[in-house]
């Protein structure tokens, strides 16, 4: 079965200093991987998608970036955060394109 | 932009009562997804659905692609089903991109 794992689970961190949350999927070989964000109370929206080890797609920029280190982990960073990056960030995976995406658990982001 | 529109943003229901709940989209889509967003925030796919019915349990998915638009109903409507549910719209030529709705809160009383 495969398992989706997101680190950390929730973090504060201060305006201007780095970040760097994880996404590792297991029981699945070459799944494409994707970012999104949601901030408090708002919609979800997609960041980021990789359909092979380093190669990423930016769908909404939002001063963050994300790489695909190996096969099951995929990162999204920033050097410098903002108070707006604070929210909800998921990490998916699917088989293919068009098709199902399954969601991790998710990390809690809150910037002061 | 592209654009997904959900209704109603929020819904009481009776247990036992049905519900219905709506997706617009303003331009053409591959394919229709909906999820289910638990109260601490992960989510739970309901139905990848690019055209047609699909149905899971109490659970039906209609998407016509012609009309923009898809719904899903939910019969028998029981307490655990409160929450949160979205649906999202995969676009693009990749098929890669997706797009949410606003959601729909739904809370079932007994």
């Known amino acids: 079965a495969q398992t989706i794992h997101q680190w950390p689970v929730a973090e504060i961190k201060a305006v201007g200093s780095p970040l760097s949350l994880g996404c590792t999927i297991k029981g699945k070989s070459s799944p494409n991987l994707y970012w999104y964000w949601q901030a408090t109370g708002g919609t979800l929206q997609q960041l980021f998608y990789?359909?092979?080890?380093?190669?990423v797609e930016s769908v909404v920029q939002l001063n963050l970036s994300a790489s695909r280190p190996k096969d099951d982990q995929f990162i999204l960073s920033t050097e410098k955060l903002l108070l707006s990056h604070s929210g909800f960030y998921l990490c998916?995976?699917?088989?293919?394109?068009?098709?199902?995406?399954?969601f991790g658990p998710g990390t809690r982001l809150l910037v002061l | 932009g592209q654009q997904v529109q959900q209704s109603p943003a929020s819904l009481v229901l009776q247990e036992g009562e049905n519900a219905e709940l709506q997706c617009n989209f303003s331009t053409s889509l591959n394919s229709m997804q909906w999820f289910y967003q638990r109260p601490e925030g992960s989510l739970v796919s309901l139905f990848y659905?690019?055209?047609g019915t699909k149905q899971s349990g109490r659970l039906t998915s209609t998407t016509v692609i012609k009309e923009r638009r898809s719904s899903l109903h939910i019969s028998s409507s029981q307490i655990t089903d409160s929450g949160t549910y979205l649906c999202?719209?995969?676009?693009?030529?990749?098929?890669?991109?997706?797009?949410f709705g606003t959601g729909t809160l739904l809370s079932v009383k007994p």
């Open positions: 659905n690019p055209s």
């Open positions: 998916a995976w699917s088989l293919g394109v068009q098709d199902t995406q399954y």
């Open positions: 990789s359909i092979t080890v380093g190669q």
């Open positions: 999202a719209m995969e676009y693009g030529g990749s098929g890669n991109k997706l797009i």
